[in-house]
């Protein structure tokens, strides 16, 4: 059995269906225990995804390099790509913008984003992914 670690600093955490301690993460708002400093996911609301890439790079810059440093990592984002192509976020960026930081964070910084559609599944996502992680990181409990 695994257990998820939620970071201290996760405002909105997801409940899920496996165990889950509450620990401070260097980077990121997910991982595995026991492979802390080897995977990580980082969680975004829309519009807490699109006010980061727009307006906030500086600092989400010093996040994606704690990111690269891991195994593991990929970015969830509580949205679709039709959500912001269709401008269902607050402020006037444009979308190219923001699809295109997405890119970005992909190729400049090989950390994969995915967007999820919404909360539910971006929870599915993340829950999944960790537990491939484990499997992967830990192929004989």
Same mark, same amino acid.
């Given at each position: 059995?695994?257990?998820?670690?939620?970071?201290?600093?996760?405002?909105?955490?997801?409940?899920?269906? #496996?165990?889950?301690? +509450? &620990?401070?993460?260097? *980077?990121?708002?997910?991982?595995?225990?026991?492979? !802390?400093?080897?995977?990580? @996911?980082?969680?975004?609301?829309?519009?807490?995804?699109?006010?980061? #890439?727009?307006?906030? +790079? &500086?600092?989400?810059? *010093?996040?994606?390099?704690?990111?690269?440093?891991? !195994?593991?990592?990929?970015? @969830?984002?509580?949205?679709?790509?039709?959500?912001?192509?269709?401008?269902?976020?607050?402020? +006037?960026?444009?979308?190219? *913008?923001?699809?295109?930081?997405?890119?970005?964070?992909?190729?400049?910084?090989?950390?994969?984003?995915?967007?999820?559609?919404?909360?539910?599944?971006?929870?599915?996502?993340?829950?999944?992914?960790?537990?491939?992680?484990?499997?992967?990181?830990?192929?004989?409990?």
């Amino acid at each position: 059995m695994y257990r998820i670690v939620i970071d201290t600093r996760e405002q909105n955490g997801y409940s899920f269906s #496996v165990p889950a301690v +509450r &620990r401070k993460l260097d *980077a990121g708002d997910y991982s595995v225990e026991g492979f !802390e400093e080897r995977v990580a @996911v980082e969680r975004k609301s829309l519009p807490d995804f699109v006010r980061t #890439v727009i307006h906030a +790079r &500086r600092r989400f810059h *010093a996040e994606l390099r704690r990111l690269t440093r891991y !195994e593991f990592a990929c970015i @969830v984002v509580e949205g679709s790509q039709q959500d912001i192509q269709t401008g269902k976020y607050p402020g +006037r960026a444009h979308p190219n *913008a923001i699809l295109g930081s997405a890119t970005s964070i992909c190729v400049d910084w090989g950390i994969p984003v995915h967007f999820c559609g919404n909360r539910q599944t971006a929870r599915q996502f993340v829950e999944e992914f960790l537990l491939q992680c484990h499997a992967k990181l830990n192929p004989h409990p």
